[in-house]
């Protein structure tokens, strides 16, 4: 499984950004439960920052709420996060995961839970 993750890049303090992230694996279908996005600032742990089911509940890390949106394509397997509001402090890398289960039709193969490659977000003046 691969996750493509887009929409990083530079905003300033109180600008916007849009993360997406596209699940794919060839020739296979995906049955994806959750989606999200973790992030890493320099020299700190890695946190969740949001997450979303395939009923689209969602959870937020509370430095987030009320700033950021997560949600998901279901037909394209697909995450966003609209940050809004950002802030120096959301500067890190963000990664995108998807678990779930791969299919050959309509038939189970085997559980996945993959991370994609990270996006740079820096918010700076």
């Known amino acids: 499984v691969q996750l493509q993750a887009s929409g990083g890049g530079l905003a300033q303090p109180g600008g916007s950004l849009r993360l997406s992230c596209t699940a794919s694996?060839?020739?296979?279908?995906?049955?994806?439960?959750?989606m999200g996005w973790y992030r890493q600032a320099l020299g700190k742990r890695h946190e969740l920052v949001a997450g979303?089911?395939?009923?689209?509940?969602?959870n937020y890390v509370d430095s987030v709420k009320g700033r950021f949106t997560i949600s998901r394509d279901n037909a394209k397997n697909t995450v966003y996060l609209q940050m809004n509001l950002l802030r120096p402090e959301d500067t890190a890398v963000y990664y995108c995961?998807?678990?779930?289960?791969?299919?050959?039709?309509?038939?189970?193969?085997?559980?996945?839970?993959?991370w994609g490659q990270g996006t740079q977000v820096t918010v700076s003046s």
């Open positions: 694996v060839p020739g296979r279908r995906l049955n994806i439960d959750t």
């Open positions: 995961y998807a678990k779930g289960e791969i299919r050959n039709g309509d038939t189970y193969e085997t559980d996945f839970n993959q």
């Open positions: 979303i089911t395939r009923d689209a509940s969602t």
